[in-house]
């Protein structure tokens, strides 16, 4: 240190130099103090609480006292949340997480491919925006907003009789399962939310894979031959496919812990997220909440598992 | 428009075009129902158009007081969130060492667990340590999920700041800390500003992990969400969700702006 010029900085002496040597001669001393506070935050508050979560699923509720029993480690409670109610519950959240999924997937794509592909400079810009604001904006508005657009007195409706398609409407809501009172109380009220909420989590990585793809990639298959869609299906397509996959892991996985959606707008029927408020809450079951709120985990565990042998990881 | 550019077929500008309509429409719907005269219901079209419910939202003590709760909470654990994304990002892209993978993960992690598992652990953490719901157990919450945002800049810009650069400052006789007050600190600059922005919109805008952590105390999104559930004011949230878009975008815009300059800066293009 002191032989360099001094020219440029003014040379310093004192305890802060002798720090900096001392980083300098030994960097992972370094490393581990800027490590410290995060791991220290995250590692001993966040884990910690998350141990201290799963550690209450292995509790159970004393039948007789209805007070939680902290002196045995017991599966009772997992049984429980393997009865029919209860598995009811878990299958129903999962057969919705995964249409919402296959459906972002579905409309993402068009948007994702124009944006990666033919948008230029001013609409490049209007397409990332138009991503960007709905995914930063309040999520509670968003669902406030489907809530004006779903109600029956609501725009949506008012489109039905403006068209004078009222009767299609009726018609279809009055199917099993995706029907329902209004749209409002519907399994389909509730999806097209989900689907709203977490589309732009699926059009990023998409768009991203899609931006991935060498041109040269694909005007080699068109020199050879390919039609426009053989192209598409055998190139780009399965190069953008991490890129959906990295998509799905945060569609699939936001909707499976989502309480609030299915609250405000959808039948009474409970989801996995409204069942873990429900029994940590009213109930006092917390031992029951932990082991439902391990059911997504293990379940993206999974997920994510099998999303890493497709390579989506390299798509984030 | 470049000229190399191929044209879009039209199936595909139809279908991204709809896609594009889904997701916008929506949001112009609040700009609209903030001025609708009609208090008990949803309908449409607005039967007409008034301002007074911006008086009348002006005039309520409950949404003030929601309103700087939240403030203080997304500032407070924005300020947190920047010194921890920063600390981790500066060490791992400073070095390489073994537990990196870990470290990304854990920062990653309460963002990618469902919000109602970081909610209910949280509380049943305060619960075991007794610890009674205030202002800093909702902070605890915001900022473990907030870090990621900072993280995440401050990573990427790290990576494209060249160690030459860094280099050079040493060679020329700067020390660590100057090194890091006047190189490394501009370059990052922007990149902790963006992520600062957007933790604080996700903070500001935040209501599963709140809900476990509050206890009885209202941020602006709990109080939306009551408001959810059980319509009591409706012209008063049509206002609130006004204002809570237009906050929320103006730092997105902000942020927009300036890690695309930051972009240009660095010079590495795309």
Not at chain 1, 20 to 39: M, T
Not at chain 1, 59 to 67: K, S, V
Not at chain 1, 134 to 151: D, E, G, T
Not at chain 1, 185 to 192: A, D, H, V
Request: proline share 5%; aromatic share 12%; with cysteine.
């Amino acid at each position: 240190m002191s032989t360099t010029d001094d020219a440029f900085t003014e040379q310093r002496h004192g305890a802060l130099t002798a720090l900096s040597d001392l980083f300098w001669r030994r960097p992972k001393l370094l490393v581990l103090l800027l490590l410290a506070p995060p791991l220290l935050w995250l590692g001993v508050i966040y884990v910690g609480a998350l141990l201290a979560l799963l550690l209450q699923s292995f509790y159970a509720i004393d039948e007789f006292t209805g007070l939680v029993d902290y002196d045995v480690l017991t599966l009772k409670t997992y049984r429980e949340l393997f009865n029919p109610a209860n598995l009811d519950i878990i299958i129903r959240t999962v057969l919705m997480a995964t249409t919402v999924t296959l459906a972002s997937a579905i409309i993402a794509f068009p948007i994702a491919y124009m944006a990666a592909r033919y948008a230029r400079g001013k609409w490049k810009a209007m397409f990332y925006l138009a991503v960007m604001l709905p995914l930063w904006s309040s999520y509670l508005v968003k669902i406030y907003a489907w809530k004006l657009i779903l109600a029956k007195e609501g725009i949506l409706n008012w489109l039905f009789a403006q068209l004078h398609l009222t009767g299609l409407l009726e018609a279809y809501l009055g199917l099993p399962v995706v029907g329902g009172g209004s749209l409002s109380i519907s399994y389909t009220g509730t999806f097209l939310v989900f689907v709203y909420v977490w589309m732009p989590f699926m059009i990023l990585p998409t768009q991203a894979a899609l931006e991935r793809v060498p041109v040269n990639l694909t005007d080699a298959s068109s020199d050879l031959g390919a039609t426009p869609w053989q192209t598409f299906r055998h190139v780009t397509f399965p190069l953008a496919l991490p890129g959906i996959i990295a998509g799905s892991i945060f569609t699939f996985s936001l909707t499976l812990g989502d309480y609030i959606i299915p609250q405000i707008i959808g039948s009474s029927r409970l989801f996995i997220g409204q069942a873990v408020y429900a029994h940590q809450g009213t109930a006092g079951n917390i031992p029951l909440a932990a082991a439902f709120s391990v059911v997504p985990i293990v379940i993206m565990g999974l997920y994510l598992w099998m999303a890493q042998r497709k390579g989506a990881f390299d798509a984030l | 428009m470049h000229s190399d550019t191929p044209r879009a077929p039209w199936g595909l500008k139809l279908a991204a075009g709809a896609g594009l309509v889904f997701m916008i429409a929506p949001l112009l719907l609040i700009f609209v129902y903030a001025f609708t005269t009609e208090e008990r219901t949803y309908q449409w079209p607005p039967p007409g158009l008034t301002l007074n419910w911006f008086a009348v939202t002006w005039g309520r003590a409950d949404v003030w007081e929601a309103l700087t709760l939240s403030v203080q909470v997304a500032t407070v654990s924005t300020i947190i969130a920047l010194i921890l994304g920063t600390l981790c990002a500066a060490a791992v892209s400073g070095s390489r060492f073994f537990g990196r993978e870990v470290i990304s993960l854990l920062v990653i992690l309460p963002i990618a667990l469902p919000g109602i598992i970081t909610g209910l652990a949280l509380r049943s953490a305060f619960g075991m340590t007794d610890i009674p719901f205030s202002f800093w157990t909702i902070v605890v919450g915001h900022a473990t999920f907030c870090v990621v945002t900072v993280y995440n800049n401050a990573v990427a810009r790290f990576r494209r700041t060249s160690g030459s650069l860094i280099e050079a400052s040493m060679d020329l006789g700067a020390d660590q800390f100057q090194t890091f007050r006047h190189v490394i600190l501009p370059n990052i600059g922007t990149a902790l500003l963006a992520g600062g922005m957007l933790a604080f919109a996700l903070s500001f805008d935040e209501v599963i992990v709140t809900t476990f952590t509050a206890g009885q105390q209202q941020t602006l999104p709990i109080w939306m969400l009551e408001e959810l559930v059980r319509p009591r004011q409706r012209p008063v949230t049509n206002v609130v969700a006004l204002i809570v878009v237009l906050v929320t975008t103006i730092p997105i815009l902000l942020a927009f702006y300036l890690t695309r300059d930051g972009d240009q800066i660095a010079g590495s293009g795309k």
